[in-house]
């Protein structure tokens, strides 16, 4: 796993968009996972202002979702399809035919769930997945003592993470209990895993997820089973990092062709 520590969420948003990009033209109709949350807004922003003003040709990239409620009405503006389309595939200037995600308004959710996966394979699977923390050490929607071993699935959100996702709604009241996610399994099949995390609130999560036991009390932690993990977080959320010093030596002695 490799840790980068950057000076802000802008910095952090640079950085993992210049990667997505060394990607992109290296396979251009590469398969882009992208996570919710207002952590990677930063990526999403830098990645179309590289698409505006020419520095990247996203115009064949293709977008999977990692995550989904279940239960929205289709259309929903917080159902997470509607949040992707809005957030990266829009301004990326893609098509909604280059986006995939799983039904969270399907009847036989379980169905929909195989269905995702399935399509994922299908696709090739994922290239480069962009994962958030919550701030108990979720990825995608896998809450602690998620099976690290999970394929995509129905799971049920924790209170913390409905409260703290709670701000995108009217009311806490208002925001599903269950979700669709990718499993850790699912996400761990993808080439190369890009956590963002930002912001003091993210500190203990970060700290568990890099230098604790592998633990699916921490889902993050299941990024140390990885080969191409790259973690990057803001000085906030790195301020519980023990290794931070060596952290930041490795990546600034870090030969530049290797990129992250
Ligand atoms: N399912 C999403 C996660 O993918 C995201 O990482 C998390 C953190 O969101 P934020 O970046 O807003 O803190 O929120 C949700 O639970």
Not at 15 to 22: G, M, N, P, Q
Not at 63 to 83: A, F, K, M, T
Not at 182 to 207: C, F, N
């Amino acid at each position: 796993m490799e840790v980068v520590i950057v000076p802000d969420a802008r910095a952090g948003g640079e950085l993992i968009a210049d990667a997505i990009a060394v990607l992109l033209r290296q396979k251009p109709d590469a398969l882009l996972g992208v996570a919710t949350g207002s952590t990677p807004l930063p990526i999403y922003q830098a990645l179309a202002a590289r698409v505006s003003d020419g520095a990247v040709d996203a115009s064949r990239a293709r977008i999977c979702q990692l995550d989904e409620y279940v239960g929205l009405p289709p259309g929903h503006p917080e159902s997470y399809r509607s949040v992707v389309l809005r957030e990266v595939v829009e301004p990326l200037g893609l098509p909604a035919s280059s986006f995939m995600g799983p039904d969270g308004s399907a009847e036989d959710v379980q169905a929909a769930c195989e269905a995702y996966d399935a399509a994922l394979g299908a696709a090739g699977g994922v290239d480069l997945q962009l994962l958030g923390i919550g701030t108990d050490g979720h990825i995608g929607f896998n809450e602690p003592c998620s099976s690290l071993a999970s394929r995509t699935r129905i799971k049920t959100l924790t209170e913390q993470t409905r409260r703290d996702n709670a701000r995108f709604f009217d009311s806490v009241d208002e925001v599903p209990h269950h979700v669709i996610t990718q499993g850790i399994g699912t996400i761990l099949d993808a080439r190369h895993l890009v956590l963002l995390a930002t912001g003091e609130g993210k500190a203990q999560a970060v700290a568990d997820t890099v230098e604790g036991p592998v633990a699916s009390v921490v889902p993050a932690s299941a990024l140390q089973l990885h080969p191409h993990a790259t973690v990057v977080v803001d000085e906030a959320a790195a301020s519980k990092l023990r290794l931070a010093p060596y952290f930041r030596n490795t990546y600034a002695t870090k030969p530049e062709w290797q990129g992250l």
